[in-house]
């Protein structure tokens, strides 16, 4: 509470200083006052930018990493890139490659002195890089707290893994060249763009839309990458997760981190810290962590306030269900309907073994099928662990639904086998992630790796909730929160107040029967009587009442502060009556003593005294069921899942603050991966 009130007691100073800091707080003021600050840095956006200078650009090209791919959307204001002094002096030496002294799994920066530094890239690299200048800007604003709200270049191939295009930036095929790629015949490829007159150091073609028929992973990796660095809309904004604190910075013009001098103030900033000469930063390690580090000491408090207060619930009330209707919006869904005009597009696969799919990946950023069932797992936790740390640092509610709920219900974890992941916000917080943050990049707290989502707004978001009517638009997911490492995505339903007359589903009717209570808030004829307030439901086919929404519990899910509907099991029972308790499930069963799914050839037999072990707290290879993998996933998850057992015992009571919230449980995937290609194609040692 006083942290609170101080930050917004103290002066101007404070007050601006705070704006580039979304902090994480409980209360209800916060609602209104994000949006304001919100509104007072595009104002000072918009009146930014008298720049004069030299408008002569300078080309960067060759001298790092991966060739331009230079800009393509036409901008008003174009800013100078950056003059990049430092980097042009040592110019020479940095064309000389040395041998990589270290292991796979350090980072050096993309115009460090080695061969693969140059041809792949580390997005810890650029995660730093953007983190360093945040602190630069942190520490402007407290010595001039009238310093101008930061913003940010930015180019989608720091961004992504753009290995993948380097043979086709120096070989430079056209449409017609690049038919033969992942072909074994020399077929056009549909949708292909020639891209003619243009820099040499440009890719000469590229998609600008989802394949219509399916494609093998390589080309619809291409087609993604190239939409991405060719012509896809830079974000809108990049929001920065640490602790309990969101970093909120807008996108000034799409610039790799060389053009925009990024770079350069990056190591500008090493060299003053710790005396190193440029040739000694190039070459050496760099870690994120370094300049988060920087960061605490800069704002002097701790990424998670320890001293916060916890609590155990949330109260969210009718009216954040309002959601005033808009016909324009709603005519140019059933419009979208009529035409069949989709806004999310997955792949549409075909395997090596000629097999056809629609798979759930965005096609935007699929680089591969994660065929893996750890790997998979991986990526949902850091896809969840973001999900739930963005919209609790930017107060927005959300609560599990459907197969989080009922994974979390059972021992607080996804379960292995699930391929979609839901979550659902009410009217008024879709509302504000449409206008204040579609089209963001949300980048993971560093310590839960290496994540970065893009959220990504339904135009016609919440439309079929209003008649609970699938013709009301395409669509039945109002927002997106996608992995831009993989494609994997979650899905975010927007709940709104059940319209009048509006007919109660079967099993919501069942639900609503067997909780007796909530009766009588419906018609007689079982329709919503709206005149009560009390029954809301999404645009997927979703009723509640509000008492069993409201008020939240507060939970821990995959290690991370979550929220569940009040009275959780009677939706359950509705949703998974069959299955709610059951031990054997979709090729798993559950046990007991290691509180998890395994898959159902394992764990047949394990002796009495070896699950006494795992009751009293050890483990052992035997009762992990003689099975390496097992135990070690039991080492992993056994506190999150015991602290599930220790929720129920509590009655699903606890009061939690986010000191409570566990370190990520699973490796970083894209670490992994990244460091098995390196060692393969550069021959570079793994760590022990
Ligand atoms: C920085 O390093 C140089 C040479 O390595 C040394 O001469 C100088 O004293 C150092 N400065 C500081 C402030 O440590
Ligand atoms: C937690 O919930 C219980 C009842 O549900 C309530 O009596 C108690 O005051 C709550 N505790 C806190 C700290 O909010
Ligand atoms: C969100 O952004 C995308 C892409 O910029 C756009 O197509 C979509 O209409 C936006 N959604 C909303 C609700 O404005
Ligand atoms: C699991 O933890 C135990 C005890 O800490 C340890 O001895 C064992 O080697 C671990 N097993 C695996 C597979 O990581």
Known sequence: MASDSDSHSAGKQRKSFWILVGRWRRHRYVKVAIPLLYLVAFILVLSKFQYKGDTHALESSRSFSLPSLGAILNRKHVKPDAKNKLMEENRRSQNQLLEFPYTADVTVLPNAPYKHARETSDMRATHAIYFEAIN???????????????????????????????????????????????????????????????????????????????????????????????????????????????????????????????????????????????????????????????????????????????????????DEFEFPANKKKTKLAGAAFHYQVLHYHDILLRKKDGGESREKYDWRFFSNLIEDEAEKRSTWHQLIRGWLQFSSNMDITTWLSQEALLGWHRNGLLSPWEESVHFEVPARDMIRLAESFNGSLVIQDPRDGTGVFYLDVNPYYMERARNNNGDASPESIDLKFIDIRTGLYLEVTGLMISSYGLPIPENAMEMFINEGDVLEDLKDDRTVDASKRKIINSGTGFFYHIDQISPLRRTLFEGRLANVPNRFISILDMLYKDIIKTKEFYGHKYVDHLRLWVHSDQCNYVPTEDIDLFKKGGSNFIGACHDYSIWGEYNRTKTATLFTLLEAENDYNMVLSSIDELPLLYDDYWIRKREKFLNQAYDIPLRL
């Open 136 to 318: 630069r800007h942190l520490v402007e604003l407290q010595q001039n707290p009238k310093a101008q709200i930061p913003e940010f270049d930015f180019h989608w191939k720091d961004w992504i893994d753009m290995h993948d295009l380097i043979p086709l930036l120096e070989q430079k095929p056209n449409c017609f060249v690049a038919g033969v790629l992942g072909s074994n015949v020399r077929t056009p490829w549909p949708g292909c763009i020639d891209a003619k007159n243009k820099d040499s150091s440009e890719l000469n073609f590229y998609f600008d839309s989802p394949a219509s028929d399916y494609e093998s992973a390589y080309r619809l990796n291409l087609r993604g990458k190239t939409y991405l660095v060719e012509v896809a809309p830079l974000p809108r904004k990049l929001i920065f997760l640490a602790g309990d604190l969101a970093f909120v910075v807008q996108v000034a013009e799409k610039k790799d981190v060389v053009r925009s001098g990024l770079l350069e103030s990056y190591i500008k900033s090493q060299m003053a810290r710790y005396n190193h000469t440029y040739q000694q930063v190039i070459s050496s390690p760099i870690s994120v962590f370094d300049s988060l580090g920087e960061i605490r000491q800069t704002l002097g408090r701790d990424f998670v306030d320890a001293t916060a207060p916890g609590s155990n619930k949330t109260e969210v009330s009718i």
